[in-house]
């Protein structure tokens, strides 16, 4: 059993790494584009708010292998639980970054006078959850191989 909620944990943190991850191998590319054709590119991402699920999924997998684990290994266990306090703060990030800017152009369809702004939020938004998320996952990770 524990070894499948370590399989499950893993996974589905690697899973809620995909898309900000994508974002930011994507960033160099974007930044600089003009108007139209930022919002060209923009519409690839339509249904990508399916990737919700994976992110809350990891941090419920994450919880409950800290749950399963803190009185047999405490030092594993506080990983898993780093790992799932990392996914959380990657939400906060894109609830106060990336929803705002996908709110104010109508999820990329109707630009408004900063778009600019709400691009670089939106893009560094993206990046720096790459970073939190990928260190999310490394702590799972350690969650594991530390027991």
Not at 2 to 22: H, K
Not at 36 to 47: E, K, L, N
Not at 99 to 115: D, I, L, M, R, Y
Request: proline content about 5%; glycine content about 6%.
């Amino acid at each position: 059993m524990i070894t499948s909620l370590r399989m499950i944990a893993i996974g589905l943190t690697a899973l809620a790494l995909v898309p900000s991850a994508a974002h930011l191998f994507e960033l160099p590319g974007k930044i600089d584009l003009g108007r139209d054709a930022y919002f060209t590119v923009q519409a690839v991402y339509a249904g990508w708010s399916l990737f919700g699920l994976p992110i809350i999924a990891a941090i419920i997998a994450n919880v409950a292998l800290f749950l399963a684990e803190r009185r047999r290994a405490p030092g594993p266990a506080r990983w898993a639980l780093i790992a799932a306090s990392l996914i959380a703060v990657s939400l906060g990030i894109f609830f106060t970054w990336i929803f705002p800017a996908n709110q104010a152009t109508a999820n990329w369809t109707v630009p408004p006078e900063n778009w600019a702004a709400l691009r670089r939020d939106w893009e560094y938004g993206h990046a720096a959850n790459a970073f939190i998320v990928g260190t999310a996952l490394i702590a799972t990770a350690m969650a594991i191989v530390k027991r």
